[in-house]
């Protein structure tokens, strides 16, 4: 089919092409089915996949398919896949035997896996010889040319795997399906290059490149069009964009700080977030840019992983307790009531009780409204792997509670800060439990519940903040 000469050779133009053409087969099909084929798409991991998932989605509805909530009915499933933490291996291998039980009742159904775990060769291995039900694997590279590798499956009806092993140059510019109206991701780099030893990420997603300000200052402005309010810039390391990348086709030559307050004084932008920055990085630049621009939320997520230098030294995090501390000094001392959240892992090889007392001291010292705790997974091909001294899994464990134990007594005790403020709240969606309620997020994230019409989903609205139930408030709208 290559051969054809009708096909484009540049992108975006190329999967448009291949856009109509999945429409032209999608719509046959439905004909002779009697229905509009479906699909459902299931995201496993981090902010990155989630907006990953929505220019996938934008792409199948582009293919002329129908969005379903139910996997085992739909006519495509895609499993776009995380595998920053072991277990979730073994959880996709689980899903795809169930998967193959449904699929024996309706052998039309095609199934398509994405995301980091398919650039790690022994998943694919596994799949090519173990997991024969599966028809289109591709990578984190290539997601924008799904329609591409859809198309060459529904016509050869041939197995489709196609992993890059690095970026190609990002193709942006294509359809995107937002499960919000008003808040929207905007990638502004892709990849890492710190390579912190625990970690699978610069080996799945690649180098560090950045987008250059007039694509994203494009994308922006495209969005507020539509009515988004809330902007969330998304990376691996924020910090570090337009730094690296300018050998394999990146953007450099303006820092983080400058992109934020460029986006940040484009009119329409109410809200603008971002995740996640990488603690050496974090400039005292983007902590004033952060400052005088009252748009900019007042949250940053810091992950600290740990709060001992030795291990932060075997992690190759280059910052240690102290320079960190610092760090949350300066930026509270700028801006007081900034809402800092991180991730913490316990059980890194060689951690001892010393070193977990320092991690507990961090978190006593910062007073996390929120901490992801995870439990130290090893993952083949990183340095840590290789790291002998690992950890006992029972004192792991009883690590783990105790720092769950003191990282939700701060929280919960911070969080009561709140009580009987009037904040600015951004209506995201109904209540889930409680019919009449609505849900909210104010400037530093916090959640909060209220008595309101859900045609205010979107809106920003002043919000009495009543009463602290532990992570989320419940509240009162006062305009
Ligand atoms: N084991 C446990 N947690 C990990 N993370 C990354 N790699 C691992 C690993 N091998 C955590 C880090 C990171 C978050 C996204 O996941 O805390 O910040
Ligand atoms: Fe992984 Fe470290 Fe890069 Fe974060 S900064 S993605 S933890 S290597």
Redesign the pocket.
Known sequence: MDNNLLVPEQEPDRQYYYMDEMKKLVLEKSREAGRTLTYNVTTFGCQMNAHDSEKLKGILEACGFEETGEEDGADFVLLNTCTIRENANTRLYGHLGQLKAIKRGRPDMVIALCGCMMQEPHVIEAIKNKYRHVDVVFGTFNIYKLAELLYKYYVNRERVIEVLETHAGAVEALPQKRKFGFKAGVNIMYG?N???T??I??YV?GRETSRTPEEIMNEVRLLVKSGVKEIMLLG??VNSYGIAGGDIGGFTGMSFPELIKMVAEEPGVERLRFM?S?PKDLSDELIEVIRTHENICRHIHL?V?SGSNDVLKKMN?RYTKESYLALVDRIRKAVPDISLTTDIIVGFPGETEEDFLDTLDVVERVKYDQAFTFIYSKRTGTPAASYEDQVDEAVIKDRFDRLLDKVNTIAHREMKRFEGRVCDVLVEEKNRQEEGLVTGRTSENVTVHFKEEASLIGSTVKVLMKEAKGFYYMGERVD
């Open positions: 890492c710190n390579f912190c625990y970690c990420v610069p997603r691996q390391n996640t990488h992950p992983q995090r």
